[in-house]
């Protein structure tokens, strides 16, 4: 009887150390905590500018010209806007436009894996925002890429919690493709 006790708290002594020691495991800065979507990021590094908007030139289906108003870097990464400005805690509609160096990279990009991740400036904790793929080619859509008219898109609903400068990472295939940074107005 005392052997089976002995063998039954050692079994359980080993037990509760493995859960211990699994329990106090500390990520690296910008990994995300797959139980807790958030994750405190230093925020006093460069990077913090306000992205700039940009238009690219569009042919509608009743074959009419116009442009789309985007915010982000001209040739690599985007987001229409439609120029109104973002409002915290309202979930809406984005599409995600996505240029590689080449024609080849942007055709590329398409059918990977992707997820938008948001660092707020003031609170420098950071949020998932949108888990999904790349994957609209959209030949109506003209990309600032000389002699091509391919872009990468990938339509998202996201909702930024909180007013303030939210800088937004974007992942492909798990690594950083680029980050827009905007100002999120307070709700009125």
């Not at 990464?77 to 805690?89: E, Q, S």
């Not at 609170?123 to 000389?146: A, C, D, H, M, R």
């Not at 996201?158 to 690594?175: F, N, T």
Request: hydrophobic residues 35%; proline residues 6%.
């Amino acid at each position: 009887m005392t052997k089976k006790c002995s063998y039954y708290l050692i079994s359980l002594l080993i037990f509760a150390l493995v859960l211990t020691s699994c329990s106090t495991q500390t990520l690296p800065e910008n990994e995300m905590n797959e139980k807790n979507t958030s994750l405190t990021v230093n925020t006093q590094s460069k990077g913090w500018e306000i992205s700039p908007t940009f238009t690219i030139p569009v042919t509608f289906g009743d074959k009419t010209k116009g442009e789309y108003i985007l915010v982000g870097t001209e040739g690599k990464i985007g987001f229409l806007t439609g120029g109104h400005p973002i409002v915290a805690g309202n979930s809406q509609k984005y599409m995600w436009h996505f240029w590689g160096s080449t024609l080849e990279e942007t055709k590329q990009l398409f059918g990977k894996k992707m997820e938008i991740r948001g660092v707020s400036k003031q609170t420098g904790k950071e949020i998932s925002l949108f888990k999904g793929g790349v994957g609209i080619p959209n030949p109506n859509v003209q990309p600032p890429i000389p002699n091509s008219d391919n872009v990468a898109k990938a339509p998202t609903m996201m909702s930024l919690p909180s007013a303030g400068i939210w800088r937004i990472d974007v992942y492909i295939e798990e690594k950083l493709f680029g980050s827009v940074v905007v100002q999120v107005s307070e709700q009125k």
